[in-house]
């Protein structure tokens, strides 16, 4: 079903909204983590940092879908706020085309290049081999991460935020099975983990493109086009900063780790480790900004202005039921949340990741603030403002990382995440606060979209 998020109370709007959004984004990492759980348990600390350093190699990837179902879904939104469904098809036909196509183009140019990127980031010659093997086959895939994506975008964008969750727990648990039957049961190895996520991703991406097809027929409208190149201009407006937002963090961690990893194998297991917990914190706070981009998005096609800020307190308030509970399990308990992914003997492993997990928890409520303001100006198409909050971020950490660490090894480049993540947030609530972000309204709202 799609929802209209102009109507009714903002409070009940957003919750219903999110909450499966959030459950969502918390079964679709359970592919990441199971994996390293499994790598860790079942064939020790260095496939453990094999699928680590892949991982991070694999975001950049992930950062290209995201950003492009990002623009598409705040686009489809705006129409769908307007009641434009003629244009809102032609929105969504467009968007599954356009990004069909470019997951051809990156899986080409990935599976040509994986190497020389393993080799950039310094991955060690002991866990060279298992990150290829891990990276080539996840990067074969990725049609079927793009696949999967913009539909989640697009059903999002209507207001349909539980269709995607019920294929995604599907699809996690199943994923979740075959990683543990491909490991313990057959000598594939750190190839099984790929494996297991390969199909599982493929099954999600198809049966939510079958569902979405069925959802958009039963949308009356005229006949709208199939593609539109003024229609792609207007995604890519959004998708771009977007895009550029989530690659540029990719390519930041990508430098990050590549100082990580020239701590040695134990530093970058645990790492690895610790950077999926932190990952899965993340990821799960980035669902409330896009929620907060849809709801601000629906409401600009409406006209709709004062809804706006209701929304963010309510959003407010989700984030601290989100952060809180973590940063007390990361805080307090770091060597049991280690433990999920290395036997107890791995000592050394364990206080590596304790040490990045209890110096950045502290902080998650800063980057849950600056994410759900993030979502409102992405929403309200103050792309600018966007962007120069989150490339603050991005370049304070990765220049914080290097320029700490002669002096705190590898604890420097954990320093670096709450520094750029408090400074960043002073970013974007000046943005908001000031409001600056409203006169990018005022061709939006009750005129046109875009």
């Known amino acids: 079903m799609v929802k209209d998020m102009t109507k009714g109370s903002p409070a009940k709007v957003l919750i219903s909204f999110t909450v499966p959004m959030l459950i969502s984004v918390a079964f679709q990492q359970l592919y990441n983590i199971a994996d390293s759980i499994i790598a860790g348990k079942f064939l020790g600390g260095n496939a453990l940092a094999a699928v680590g350093i892949s991982y991070t190699v694999t975001m950049i990837y992930m950062a290209i879908a995201n950003g492009s179902n990002i623009g598409c879904c705040v686009v489809i939104s705006q129409f769908f706020g307007s009641r ?15 990004l069909t196509a470019l997951s051809l183009v990156l899986t080409a140019g990935g599976l040509a290049f994986s190497s020389m990127f393993l080799r950039l980031i310094n991955t060690p010659e002991t866990l060279m081999s298992d990150s290829a093997v891990y990276l080539n086959i996840y990067t074969g895939g990725l049609i079927f991460l793009f696949l999967y994506n913009i539909c989640t975008g697009i059903f999002t964008a209507l207001g349909d935020s539980k269709t995607p969750l019920y294929f995604l727990i599907f699809s996690s648990v199943f994923n ?64 771009i900063p977007s895009i550029l937002q989530q690659s540029f963090i990719s390519v930041g961690n990508i430098f990050i780790q590549g100082l990580v990893n020239k701590f040695g194998d134990v530093v970058v297991a645990g790492f690895s480790a610790a950077g999926k917990l932190n990952t899965f914190t993340i990821t799960t706070l980035c669902a409330l900004g896009n929620s907060m981009s849809s ?13 706006i800020k209701k929304g963010v307190k309510y959003s407010y308030f989700l984030s ?6 973590l940063f007390v399990m990361f805080f307090f308990f770091p060597e049991n949340m280690m433990r999920i992914f290395v036997m107890q003997s791995d000592t050394a492993i364990i206080e590596s990741g304790t040490a990045f997990l209890k110096i950045v928890s502290p902080f998650y409520l800063f980057i849950s603030i600056k994410l759900i303001i993030d979502g409102v100006l992405r929403g309200s198409g103050a792309m ?22 002669p002096f705190f090894n590898e604890t420097g480049i954990w320093y670096s995440w709450p520094v750029g993540w408090v400074l960043a ?26």
């Open 84 to 98: 434009s469904y003629s244009k809102m098809k032609t929105c969504i036909y467009t968007s599954l085309i356009s």
């Open 425 to 450: 947030s002073l970013i974007s609530c000046f943005f908001y606060f000031s409001g600056l972000w409203k006169k990018k309204i005022n061709n939006l709202a009750g005129k046109k979209v875009f």
């Open 176 to 239: 979740v099975a075959l990683d543990y039957i491909l490991v313990k049961y057959t000598p594939m190895g750190v190839s099984g983990v790929a494996w297991a996520t390969f199909i599982a991703q493929g099954i999600a991406s198809i049966l939510s493109l079958i569902c979405l097809i069925f959802r958009i027929k039963k949308i009356e409208c005229e006949k709208p086009a199939v593609f539109s190149f003024d229609m792609l201009k207007k995604i890519l407006f959004v998708a």
């Open 384 to 405: 600018k403002m966007f962007m120069v909050s989150t490339f603050s971020d991005l370049l304070l950490r990765v220049v914080l990382s290097y320029a700490l660490t």
């Open 320 to 325: 601290y039921i989100i952060t809180v509970p």
């Open 295 to 307: 709801y601000t998005a629906q409401n600009v096609g409406a006209g709709k202005i004062d809804r």
